[in-house]
T-cell receptor, first 113, second 114 residues
């Protein structure tokens, strides 16, 4: 069945350094790839997304890249700050009547001061 | 995210009781989902519905039931058959309109068995 694999499960980086989280999806019909940030006890919040007709998208310190051939996409956070500490989930959604959103298992990002 | 609402935020249940968690969306999204999240863990799919009057079991459906009588509403009932129901429950909705795709979460319901 459809699957999204996310790595790493935990990531610790020095404040100011960059963090990269990678996801691989199995359904070649997927065409929408959102990323969510979940702070402790709160709902996952959409932080950035990318569609299949785009290879890269940036929003200030956050960027997402997509390689449709390899079926993987990545989240890049530059100049990390303490408030970036959270759990990040990737997801994939296909374009079909039977499509449902599939989430990765999450990455716990910790920013060391 | 403001268009999808879960209630209540906190819920306490006695053992042996059924409880129903509410999820409402005004985003005109076709699909709705229920996830369970345990402390420090990821999202586990309980049930999902892609259309009114139809729903599918997810990975951990045992002890739960749902209904989708209206597009806007997807309530989840945690039955007494669910042996370990204490968890954070998240509802989500999504729509795929070709170039206009989106998916959002409700604010969650924290269920505790007392």
């Amino acid at each position: 069945g459809e699957n999204v694999e996310q790595h790493p499960s935990t990531l610790s980086v020095q404040e100011g350094d960059s963090a990269v989280i990678k996801c691989t999806y199995s359904d070649s019909a997927s065409n929408y790839f959102p990323w969510y940030k979940q702070e402790l006890g709160k709902r996952p919040q959409l932080i950035i997304d990318i569609r299949s007709n785009v290879g890269e998208k940036k929003d200030q310190r956050i960027a997402v890249t997509l390689n449709k051939t390899a079926k993987h996409f990545s989240l890049h956070i530059t100049e990390t700050q303490p408030e970036d500490s959270a759990v990040y989930f990737c997801a994939a959604l296909g374009y079909s009547s039977a499509s449902k959103i599939i989430f990765g298992s999450g990455t716990r990002l910790s920013i060391r001061p | 995210d403001g268009g999808i609402t879960q209630s209540p935020k906190y819920l306490f249940r006695k053992e042996g009781q059924n409880v129903t968690l509410s999820c409402e969306q005004n985003l005109n999204h076709d699909a709705m989902y229920w996830y369970r999240q345990d402390p420090g863990q990821g999202l586990r799919l309980i049930y999902y519905s892609q259309i009114v009057n139809d729903f599918q079991k997810g990975d951990i459906a045992e002890g739960y039931s749902v209904s989708r009588e209206k597009k806007e509403s997807f309530p989840l009932t945690v039955t007494s058959a669910q042996k370990n129901p204490t968890a954070f429950y998240l509802c989500a909705s999504s729509v795929d309109r070709g170039g206009d795709t989106e998916a959002f979460f409700g604010q969650g319901t924290r269920l505790t068995v007392v």
